[in-house]
């Protein structure tokens, strides 16, 4: 009798899906999207789980006044696939920028510069700039409208253990409700939640950022390093609104700065930076913050230096602004006005934040019943952008493989349906992990040698239009 109370009061508590993603970040919503909406695969029994309250996502429905501080550059091809899916529909495009081209130039040498313009590939638009929740929002609206009751998603809980019930160990054992209803030859993970339920799954979605649990459960080894380096972000406002609709990016010794445009005299930068300089920048009074930023995108580092020591002594200290306008005042303003971008005038309140960068790669992305998607398979220093846009490239892989798996009637969760995937998706990122670090190193020093090298590279590339054609390529994910 007691079994029988036990094993009825454990099916409350344990279920059973096709496909448990965790993560409701860009990629696992992504994921689910396109699962929902492919003819072959809608049917699958689903589950996302999330830590945090996807409410404030559902919010973003009516935005607010200021671009938040998460802003991500969208290549053409992920647009097109969120396209597919359906949910750009969804998507607030009055907060879509699109830009057509990118300025990069270095702080050693101001000859030394790139000038990419996608009309000479015969585009319009080389990527866009998208808020990360307007991403997530639009998502999330999509699945929602399906209505569709093999949907499942449980947010605001954690999950604080995955086990694999053919192999049990000490840390990771199955509690009395799993021994009763696990069914013996059944090897699905079992993934337990911090509300105490227990979810069965016939194939495991890692889309849980950088520390990934699922990765760990899987034990695939993922490689790579910490730059050492934050990315300090923030939303300001330029003097007016610039209708040369570029990126720009300055590679400083210190890392890039990129100024990036968005809807009228809004943009956002990333300004890549050691731990130190990180702190004094969200330090630095409101007010001076945007002058640095101008001035960071012209003046030689010595200048930056020293301005960089007064505010160490004193962030709020305004005198440093008359120093700025009187070491800016030495640039003619014509060449300040045609080849640097607009002044930043403000920087929107409690915008500022910092973000570790790091480069890893993991070994493979799947295993037996398991495959990794998006940060948890790959983190790319942001200086070209790509790290969500990769991300979107995984889903694609992945559901194709799993529509192909499903069409010859493979179980969903087996390695041969898997390796599809990791063939397709592994080398391309792989590429694109070793192209981004190898820029970051070689931008990052003022040894004369390398700073010599760069600037003959800069001005050939900037030259020879079949290049940079193919670069422009590259970044817009063509
Ligand atoms: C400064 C900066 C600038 C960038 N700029 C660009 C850009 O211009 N273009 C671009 O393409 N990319 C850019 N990126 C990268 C991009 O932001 C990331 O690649 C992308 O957001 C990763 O999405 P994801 O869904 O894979 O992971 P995440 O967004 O990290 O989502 C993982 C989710 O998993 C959840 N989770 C984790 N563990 C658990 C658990 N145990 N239980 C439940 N839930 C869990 C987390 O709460 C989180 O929501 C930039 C990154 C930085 C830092």
């Known amino acids: 009798m007691f079994r029988i109370i036990k094993r009825f009061s454990s099916q409350l508590t344990k279920t059973y899906q096709d496909v448990v993603i ?49 802003v991500v550059s969208v290549t053409p091809k992920s647009i097109e696939f969120m396209k597919h899916i359906g949910s750009w529909d969804y998507i607030h495009e009055d907060r879509i920028k699109q830009y057509d ?53 449980k ?15 000490m840390n990771h054992d199955l509690n009395e409700i799993d021994k009763n209803t ?20 016939r194939l495991l979605i890692g889309a849980d950022g950088y520390n990934s649990p699922v990765r760990k ?22 003097q007016f609104e610039d209708f040369r609709s570029v990126g720009w990016q300055r590679f400083l010794t210190t890392g890039p700065l990129a100024i990036l445009p968005l809807t009228e005299d809004n943009a956002t930068i990333v300004w890549s930076c050691t731990p130190e300089l990180s ?3 969200l330090k630095i009074n409101e007010k001076i913050f ?24 004193n962030p709020d200290d305004f005198s440093i602004l008359k120093d700025i306008e009187w070491r800016l005042s030495k640039f003619d303003p014509l060449t300040l006005e045609q080849n640097y971008p607009l002044p930043v ?68 969760g087996s390695p041969l349906v898997l390796e599809n995937y990791v063939s397709n998706a592994w080398p391309s990122n792989h590429m694109l992990l070793g192209v981004c670090d190898k820029l970051h190193k070689i931008f990052s020093t003022d040894f004369y040698p390398i700073v010599f090298a760069r600037g003959i590279g800069m001005k050939s590339i900037n030259m020879i239009d079949t290049v940079k054609d193919f670069m422009m390529k590259q970044i817009s994910g063509k």
Request: proline share 4%.
């Open 22 to 70: 965790i993560g409701g970040g860009p990629a696992g919503l992504t994921l689910l999207t396109a699962l929902k909406t492919s003819p072959i695969t809608k049917n699958l029994k689903c589950t996302l789980i999330e830590g945090t309250n996807l409410d404030k996502v559902r919010q973003f429905n009516d935005p607010p006044e200021y671009y938040t501080n998460r």
């Open 101 to 153: 081209g990118i300025i990069a130039y270095d702080s050693q040498d101001s000859e030394s510069r790139i000038e990419f313009d996608v009309s000479n590939i015969g585009k319009d638009m080389l990527a866009s700039m998208c808020e990360v929740i307007n991403i997530q929002y639009s998502l999330l609206t999509k699945i929602e409208s399906l209505e569709d009751d093999t949907i499942n998603i």
């Open 155 to 169: 947010d605001n809980i954690k999950v604080i253990d995955i086990i694999n019930p053919v192999e049990p160990d």
């Open 182 to 201: 696990a069914i013996p030859e059944l090897d699905w993970p079992i993934v337990k939640l911090s509300n105490g339920e227990s979810i069965q799954t």
């Open 217 to 238: 459960f899987a034990h695939i080894e993922s490689r790579g390093w910490q730059y050492n380096k934050f990315g300090v972000v923030a939303t300001v406002k330029l």
């Open 279 to 281: 702190d004094l920048f």
């Open 290 to 313: 945007p002058h640095l930023i101008t001035a960071a995108m012209v003046l030689d580092e010595v200048d930056l230096n020293y301005i960089y020591e007064v505010l160490k002594e």
């Open 345 to 412: 005038v403000e920087v929107i309140s409690n915008s500022r934040a910092r973000f570790p960068l790091k480069m890893s790669h993991a070994d493979t992305y799947i295993s037996s019943r398991v495959a990794l998607i998006g940060d948890a398979a790959h983190t790319i220093h942001p200086l070209a952008g790509q790290g969500l846009n990769m991300g979107q490239s995984d889903v694609s892989a992945l559901v194709e493989a799993l529509e192909k798996g499903m069409q010859r009637g493979m179980d969903i």
